[in-house]
């Protein structure tokens, strides 16, 4: 997407844009597990607390400056899946998906990855401009639990690493993975869940499908494809609410 069309789709979830080189981050995590203590730490004062236009849903935005370069930092509804089951659900939902955020942060308990990575593969389906943190590092040591942070991050495919927010430990790195990441100094393979033959077979074709519109430049089609064998009717209210003009050529 051109800065025009950013600026017009970002408008739509309140979030306002004043120059090309303004990253939006989002961060994504299931609940508790210390989104807005990083957040807190990283905007300081500046932030401000609003409703997602059309819900009653808070939204938090705040702003950091790193090294010359404006970060928006927005603080998803903590969620546990993306299958927009609640109002929280579709809002982080929509937001990673047509917000077209430059960097998702998901923030991960450090004390039980397991079930966090649920929401870490379901958003890897839908960008792979993605880091992880595993925060509450600190509370794993305690528990004796060691978390191989490398040894992820090669099964992700994408950058993960330990902060233990409230002691303000690993923030500063990851702001420089943001960086890197948003100037293009990082590659990332997304770990993609497999399903069965039949089901690839079907994702295959709706995909190379969906490859031939234009609005496969802004959406991932292999994601498309799996909502449409899914029968997920957010997709479309989501597509006809956010990109207005992309809609007629989609559907
Ligand atoms: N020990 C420890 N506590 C943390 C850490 N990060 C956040 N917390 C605490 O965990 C609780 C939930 O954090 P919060 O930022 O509100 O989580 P959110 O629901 O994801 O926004 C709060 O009491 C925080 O002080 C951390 O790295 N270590
Ligand atoms: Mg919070």
């Known amino acids: 997407m051109n800065f025009e069309e950013l600026v017009k789709v970002r408008k739509k979830f309140n979030v306002e844009i004043s120059s090309p080189d303004e990253v939006v981050v989002a961060l994504a995590g299931n609940p508790n597990t210390g989104k807005s203590t990083i957040f807190n730490n990283l905007t300081g004062m500046k932030q401000h607390t609003g409703n997602w236009p059309g819900k009653t849903v808070v939204q938090a935005q705040g702003e950091f400056i790193f090294e010359g370069r404006r970060y928006k930092l927005i603080d998803l509804p903590g969620t546990y899946s993306l299958f927009a089951n609640s109002s929280d659900e579709q809002v982080a939902r929509d937001f990673i998906c047509f917000g077209c955020p430059d960097v998702t942060v998901v923030v991960t308990d450090g ?3 397991e079930r966090n990575l649920n929401l870490v593969l379901q958003i890897l389906e839908i960008t792979d401009k993605v880091i992880v943190c595993v925060n509450l590092i600190d509370e794993a040591k305690r ?23 409230r002691a303000k430990k690993g923030l500063d790195e990851l702001k420089i993975l943001i960086k890197d990441m948003v100037e293009g100094r990082i590659k990332t393979f997304p770990c993609l869940v497999r399903y069965d033959t039949e089901i690839e077979l079907l994702v295959e074709k709706i995909q190379s ?5 234009p609005v496969s430049r802004f959406i991932n089609p292999r994601w498309v494809a799996l909502r449409i064998i899914d029968g997920d009717k957010g997709l479309w209210e989501g597509i006809n609410q956010y990109w207005t003009e992309e809609s007629s050529v989609i559907l």
Do not use: F, H, N
Request: hydrophobic share 45%; charged share 15%.
């Open 111 to 113: 004390t039980c990855l």
């Open 143 to 165: 528990k004796s639990l060691y978390v191989d942070t490398r040894r992820l991050s090669c099964e992700l495919g994408v950058p993960v690493l330990a902060t233990a927010a």
């Open 209 to 213: 499908q969906l490859m031939q519109l």
